[in-house]
């Protein structure tokens, strides 16, 4: 399996080749296993091998060592990993509102200008009389 990005998945379903799932048992939490794949994804990464793309197998997926606090400090930990995450992403969405914003300022400032009342018609527009 390929050596990539690190998914839960909450539903009953079925996985095809080039994808390994890990399920918790009793004495884990499925976001703290989540997030501690993350930060062991570089060290599955020197297991893999391959030449028309790397991947590791069940083996070396096996045969990795991680660390298993008690499930309540599994919880607390992923919960506040969860919350940072979460904090990301309000981030991540407000960036692309910003972005968004300034693409529509850019567009206005750049072709109307500011305060400008009168315009002329070119080749590339209308755009305020007194531009060339």
């Not at 884990?28 to 930060?39: A, E």
């Not at 391959?50 to 919960?79: C, H, M, R, Y």
Request: with cysteine; aromatic share 6%; net charge positive.
């Amino acid at each position: 399996m390929p050596v990539g990005d690190v998914n839960i998945n909450n539903i009953k379903s079925c996985i095809g080749r080039g994808l390994g799932a890990i399920r918790q048992i009793a004495k884990s939490h499925f976001k703290y296993i989540f997030y501690i794949l993350q930060v062991y994804q570089n060290e599955l990464k020197k297991f893999s091998q391959g030449s028309t793309f790397e991947a590791i197998n069940s083996l070396d997926l096996k045969a990795l060592k991680i660390v298993v606090p008690p499930l309540q400090e599994q919880q607390k930990k992923a919960s506040i990993l969860s919350s940072v995450d979460e904090q990301i992403e309000i981030t991540d969405n407000l960036i692309e509102k910003t972005k968004e914003l300034k693409k529509g300022l850019m567009q206005k400032l750049l072709t109307k200008g500011i305060g400008h009342e009168r315009f002329k018609d070119t080749e590339i527009g209308r755009i305020p009389e007194d531009w060339e």
